[in-house]
Structure formats: C-alpha cells, structure tokens
C-alpha cells in the first residue's frame, strides 16, 4: 500500500432550476476548493446535457466558464470566497453549502465528485448538433479563444462566436451522424447561417460532423448539399477533430 | 494452480490495492456493523464498515466472490481518513483501512419490505434466473446472516453482507440450501432446471486461482482477522463446497 498524503478540501455542487415554481434543480458542476485557495477547481457538464433550449445552454455556458476562468488566475477561490458564492446565488443556478472532502489529489478528487454528482448518466450519446457544438467550444477554448455560445449578433443567432481582435468569427455547427429521417431543419439552419453572415459582414466557419456508416442516405444527400452551399459562399468547412489542429488558421474577415 | 501458502504468499507479495474515501454521503445504519457510506475517489459511493462479525476480510472475500459470479455488489479495501469523515466524531469508528461494498440504486432490503406502500413494486419482476444465482451464491459460501436487495425497478436480486461468512472453516463441510423469503414472490421462483443449472455453472466457473485471488492481497489486524494461514482454509473451504452447489440446490422444493 502506498503512502499518500490526504489534504482537506471543500465542495460544493453548482444547481440549476430552469423553472422556479417547480423547485427541481438538477446538478450541473462541482466546485472543489481548499481553505487558503492553493488548489481546487469546477467540473461542468457538457451543456448541450443540461437543456434542449439552445439560449439556455449558452447561458449556462457563459456562467459556468466564468466561474472556471476564476480558477486560471494566481488567486483561486478559496473556502471564504465558495461561502459568499453559496449565499449569493440563490436563485436559477446556485451552489449548495461547501461540505469538507478528503483530497488525496485534487485533480482525482474532482473527477470522483464530479462523477458522483454531476456526470450524464446511461449509454453514451449520439453525435447531435448540441455535442458537436460542446466540443467545438471546448476545442477552441483549449486553443486559447474567447468562445461565446449561441449568441446574437444583431438579429441573427449563432451557434459559436469567437472573438478576436481582427473581429468575431461565426461558426456554424451541423451534425449529420445521427440516425434522424429529416435534415430539412439542418439545411434551414444552414440557410439562415449564410444569410446572417452575409448581411452583417462577419467571417464565418463552418464545422460539420459528417455521416457516418449508420447514417440514413437522406444524411449524406443533405451534408453533400450545405457542404455545396458553403463553399459556393467561400465559408471553409471543417471536421470537429481538425479543430484540434495549433496550425489550422481560423477565417479571417 | 494449487490452492497453497507458496500460491496465496506470491499473490499477497504484490501488496493491496486501496480506494480512498473522499466525502459522507450521507445514509447509514444501525446494524451491527454501523456502516455509512462514502463516496470514493474512484467517484463510487461505498458503504463502509469497519467490523464484521467474523472479520473485515469475510466482508471483503464475500463480496469479491459475489461480483465474480453477478451475484451481488463488490467490495474493496477502503481508506478513510479523518479530513474525509464528519467533523462529529460520529464516524470515527471507521476511521482507518476498512471494507467497503459498493452501493447500489433503487434497491431495498428484504427486511425494510414493510416499509413499501402498495404498489412499490412488482413481485413479477423478479427474474428466475437471478434468484437462483444468489440462492446459490449464498448456499456456496454459507452465509448465516443472510440478506439480499432487490431492485425494485428491475426485479434484480443481489447478495449483500457477508460478514458473518467462513464461521467454522477449519473442517471442511457440505453447503446447506440458503433461501431468503421475499414477499410477494414464490419460494419455488428460481428452481426451474434452466435456472439451477445457470446458477450452478457460474459458481463452478470460479477457478482455484480466482479463488486464491479473492483471498489474496488483504490487510492485516485484529478487525480483518486475515492471517494467511484462515485465508487459505478458507480458500480451501469454497473449494471443496464449489462443486457440491449443483446438487444442493437441487433439492430446492
């Protein structure tokens, strides 16, 4: 048996209530802390797991990425600070009461309340537009962009938007490796992306995932179309997993 | 490979493997053992125990065998520390290496059945074929104590709490048809001949060297009660009763 040296560390579970009057939460990360804030961190659920409603999981996503930017600095939260967060949010999304935790690592110990508390349980999920989005995000976010999540810009909204300094960059995200009979909405989705991006002058990017072997022949007749429209539009296309790439440069205006 | 001291003493040479407990979970009991359960840093909540009536390593044996052959939930070594338990003191007394069996959801004991209001649960759903591998389990290993948990949104039955097991180890004897009563649901469900031979092949599935493993690599102390030398007998014991399953259960009426 090894020797390990145990610390203690607080957590908390950060909840969201979509609907007040029914008072049902549901756990959407976990926050782990330690009293003088020398380690901890938060675990978030993917968004597209936490609500069908495509604003919701970009208000989420902006909160939540917020409270991890907290944890990037020199200073992270510390017992005091996940105390005041407790009592101040108390409304849609709040944090129950810190309660103590051994913590033989912190980065397993986060994982492990994570996976007791927070984690999608059942069979994994289909490749739906809302996990491709999740990925993009985080990949981009890795890569060092500031990723909004779908936002407006004027009077259009858009899956993912980066900021930069040359100007934001609109992505558009479709994913055609699903089991589904209709991609009309896909093709309106994509419509209206080329359309917003014309209209307010905004580079643009295109991430698709694309059919895979158990795809209805209706999905690749679709893909093979909007992939068409895109590059009619000079919008580049790109695979999830591409994005993952330090060289590929991302469109400029 | 024998079932020997050489054998076991090789297998315990490569030293024990632990979980640590991180945070309460909050449920417990007052049963003898007075376990409460923890979550893990494997992110799994355990109910902890820190005695058995004949042993931790009973306990720990049990519950490795049970998870061998489906039968019921795993048990693991469990590290818990003072940073992980209740400030109280009400937990002190599994401060320590323990045992703990991992916890299962939408299960009940047997025994708190007078607890469901009408309705709760559909003796129907209880498959044959797994009562008849935990009457056989149970029957194996000469649990004297005997409890089960069904699930009560499947039907699945499990074995539970071994701690009472390997009692008089040090003569060999024959296995006693263990059956527990659940209400609602046929003594005889489980006895078909499909049924029995199922349950009977898993049990004789279990090989001499997973027996020595189950045995193997266990902590030592007056609450584990695991010298090598009991660890072999019992060992020793499940061996020679491992093949008598079969006609045993038989006789189930």
Known sequence: ?253 | MPVDLATLTGFDAKGYDVLEALSPEGRSTKTHSESHTFICVDGKTYWVKGKAQQGLVAELIGGRLAAKVGAGPISRIIRLTPEAAKADGSQNHLLGVVVGSEDEKNVMNTRDFGLLAPGDFDPKLVDPPARALVVAFQTWIGVADVQILVNLKTGRIRSIDHGDCFMATDHLTDPVLTIVPIDGVPSSLGNDPTSLESAADRIEAVTDQQLVEAVARIPLGDTWKSPASRRLEIANWLAYRRSKVREVIATWA
């Open chain 1, 1 to 253: 048996m090894g020797v390990t040296v145990t610390e203690r560390g607080f957590y908390s579970v950060v909840r969201w209530r979509s609907d007040a009057t029914r008072d049902e939460a549901r756990n959407v990360a976990v926050v782990l802390v330690d009293a003088e804030g020398q380690f901890g961190g938060i675990r978030i659920a993917p968004p597209s797991t936490l609500s069908n409603d495509a604003r919701q999981q970009g208000f989420l996503d902006t909160i939540l990425h917020g409270l991890e930017l907290q944890f990037e600095g020199d200073k992270r939260p510390d017992l005091e600070r996940l105390r005041k967060m407790s009592e101040a949010l108390t409304q849609s999304l709040y944090l129950t009461s810190p309660r103590p935790t051994a913590v033989p690592d912190p980065d397993l110990t986060l994982q492990a309340l994570y996976k007791a508390f927070v984690a999608p349980v059942g069979a994994p999920r289909a490749l739906s537009k809302g996990v491709v989005i999740d990925k993009v995000v985080h990949t981009l976010r890795k890569r060092g962009f500031h990723v909004r999540r779908s936002e407006y810009v004027g009077e259009f909204v858009f899956d993912a938007l980066v900021d930069r300094t040359e100007g934001i960059l609109a992505c558009d995200v479709l994913s055609f490796a699903t089991a589904t009979r209709d991609w009309i909405p896909a093709e309106r989705d994509a419509g209206h992306f080329l359309y917003g991006l014309e209209r307010l002058g905004l580079a643009g990017m295109a991430v698709i995932q694309p059919p895979t072997e158990e795809s209805r022949d209706e999905a690749s007749t679709s893909f093979a179309r909007v992939r068409n429209w895109f590059e009619e539009a000079s919008v580049p296309v790109h695979n999830p997993a591409e994005l993952a790439d330090q060289q590929l440069a991302l469109p400029t205006p």
